[in-house]
Nanobody, 129 residues
Framework: QVQLVESGGGSVQAGGSLRLSCAASAYNYRGNCMGWFRQAPGKEREGVAAISTGGGSTYYADSVKGRFTISQDNAKNTLYLQMNSLKPEDTAMYYC??????????????????????WGQGTQVTVSS
């Protein structure tokens, strides 16, 4: 059974940094597409960053470009999201996601249907002004 376990959320002031981690188990990590999504209260879930776990190509939402960095440790089957220069509008529950069926990873994954992903339980990020 595929499991995605996130950690690293918390509360920071605007301008601060956080690093999220997602440990994947029982998942064919290589050659797939994984990413980070977030959902704020009253809003739809949105894609933040994605990575091709085989080739390492990365994709970002315009709202986080230049501030967030997605990366991976293949040996540990772990995904990361380094978040710098955080803003109050970054406040949300952050979810790690992995495709159920392998796809060609691209920026389109940031709009991937919820039902076609495996999901972690989420980790809360709160940014105060």
């Amino acid at each position: 059974q595929v499991q995605l376990v996130e950690s690293g959320g918390g509360s920071v002031q605007a301008g601060g940094s956080l690093r999220l981690s997602c440990a994947a188990s029982a998942y064919n990590y290589r050659g797939n597409c994984m990413g980070w999504f977030r959902q704020a209260p009253g809003k739809e879930r949105e894609g933040v960053a994605a990575i091709s776990t085989g080739g390492g190509s990365t994709y970002y939402a315009d709202s986080v470009k230049g501030r967030f960095t997605i990366s991976q440790d293949n040996a540990k089957n772990t995904l990361y999201l380094q978040m710098n220069s955080l803003k109050p509008e970054d406040t949300a529950m952050y979810y790690c996601a992995a495709v159920r069926v392998p796809i060609v990873c691209s920026g389109g994954y940031l709009r991937y249907p919820v039902s076609l992903n495996y999901w972690g339980q989420g980790t809360q990020v709160t940014v105060s002004s």
